[in-house]
């Protein structure tokens, strides 16, 4: 049985010294006993990445438990089960009453479960941009060519699914006054008539690809100057922060069509959730980590969605009211996303398998989720109901391919869940011939 160790090597040899993150969630086949392990870098593999970089590098996670390499992050599945988890009780708590807005569950979950998604989506991003951005050599070309190919690997992820779920939503409706070819142009214009956060970080990842030419060329001349500066890790966070402001402008320069209003509000929290995968991948400090357990619960009760909050009124007196309103709404959506964050760790760390393994199947199936809990959001029990009702669907779904490529943007070519359910039944109805016989 490989160790995680062993593991660990290979992956580092594989990507030529990936340098993001030394520490990582890890199991230990000691016990079967979740934990932090800290891995060991070889000198050769990341000394050239890291100079520039000054982050450290990520492991995979590996499950002791069935004795081979992991390639998905538990951690980061978890994660993405909490917040879809939150979109389907957001949905719920809004269907409870006309009123919703002054629902206070409502109002709490609202006010930080979209951009905690858009952040987690930035954490899973960071994982193939790493890999390019602090390569041992700088290399334009190959990095454009892998920046588009990673955004034209979006479009059957992300923009297939979203035409067909809109399709599929055209024929759910009541009022057909609308042809379907009206109804597709209006998802276009307005994407909140359909899945409009695939297409919010469909445009977030092209925009992190501006940002990530433009820290390559920093890098460059980082390169070129100051190769000899003491504080390259510094210079590292720098390029990178800098290039994603930059690419933040050039967004905010473009007018609000096609739904690029979500990746105007929501690019600073993908951006961030990168920031974060990248360079601090275990959390902050304790101390830091305590503060968000404070600012959410005095803050997010005055949230509304559209009324103004009376902090922003309080605020305004000292600094300008869209300065203030900015201020806060950053405030209390990234203290709820920390808690999140926090709570998913807890998940993987504390839960039983079998119940870590049930959340981080919901993020997994996340898009599932996403698409198919709006036609069942009021079955019985409450969030359970639609949650369960949707894998179970999105599970029979699955079995074609083709529907799993058009409605959920994967092309799978091994077998089938059903597939293998069958050749086990087959193999065993055999089996049981043979020792008749």
């Not at 890291?50 to 390499?69: D, L």
């Not at 709570?343 to 981080?360: E, M, N, Q, T, W």
């Not at 639609?386 to 029979?396: A, C, E, G, Q």
Request: charged content about 15%; glycine content about 8%.
């Amino acid at each position: 049985m490989p160790s995680d160790v062993d593991a660990g090597a290979r992956h580092r040899r594989k990507l030529c010294g990936d340098p993001i993150g030394l520490r990582r969630l890890s199991f230990h086949a000691k016990g079967g006993k979740p934990g932090f392990v800290k891995m060991s870098h070889p000198a050769n593999d990341t000394q050239a990445c890291t100079a520039m970089s000054g982050a450290p590098t990520i492991e995979p996670r590996t499950r002791a438990v069935t004795g081979a390499t992991n390639t998905r992050d538990p951690f980061l599945d978890c994660l993405k089960g909490i917040a879809i988890v939150l979109v389907v009780c957001g949905h719920t708590f809004q269907g409870m009453t006309p009123d919703f807005d002054s629902l206070f569950p409502f109002r709490i979950v609202y006010s930080f479960h979209m951009p905690m998604f858009m952040f987690a989506s930035g954490m899973v991003a960071a994982l193939s941009f790493q890999t390019i951005i602090f390569a041992e050599t700088i290399a334009y070309a190959g990095f454009a060519r892998g920046l588009l190919a990673n955004i034209a690997r979006r479009v059957p992820r992300l923009l297939l699914p979203f035409f067909a779920w809109g399709i599929v939503t055209y024929f759910f409706r009541a009022d057909y006054s609308r042809t379907l070819g009206d109804w597709i142009l209006l998802i276009i214009a307005v994407p909140d008539y359909g899945l409009w956060f695939l297409v919010a970080l469909f445009h977030c990842t092209i925009v992190l690809a501006l940002a990530g030419l433009c820290a390559l060329a920093l890098r460059g001349l980082g390169a070129s100057y100051g190769a000899d500066l003491p504080n390259r890790r510094f210079l590292g966070f720098a390029t990178i922060v800098v290039s994603g402001i930059i690419a933040k402008l050039l967004l905010s320069s473009v007018p609000n069509v096609f739904g690029l209003v979500f990746a105007k509000t929501y690019f600073p929290y993908f951006f961030l959730g990168l920031l974060y995968q990248m360079y601090r991948p275990n959390g902050f400090s304790s101390f830091v980590r305590f503060l968000p357990y404070l600012v959410f619960p005095v803050l997010a009760p005055f949230w509304s969605r559209v009324e103004p909050s009376i902090v922003v009124d309080q605020l305004s007196a000292i600094i300008p009211r869209a300065s203030a309103a900015t201020l806060y709404s950053y405030a209390v959506a990234l203290s709820g996303t920390l808690i999140t964050i926090d709570a998913a760790r807890c998940v993987v760390l504390r839960l039983p398998h079998l119940l870590s393994g049930a959340v981080a199947y919901c993020g997994r199936r996340s898009l599932d989720i996403y698409a198919i809990h709006i036609f069942v959001i009021g079955c019985k029990p409450a969030i359970v109901g639609p949650v369960v009702i949707s894998l179970l669907t999105s599970l029979l779904l699955r079995q074609s391919r083709i529907l799993d490529l058009v409605l959920f943007g994967e092309w799978n070519r091994s077998p089938t869940q059903l597939q293998k359910l069958v050749a086990i039944v087959r193999s065993r109805s055999a089996g049981g011939i043979r020792a008749q016989t």
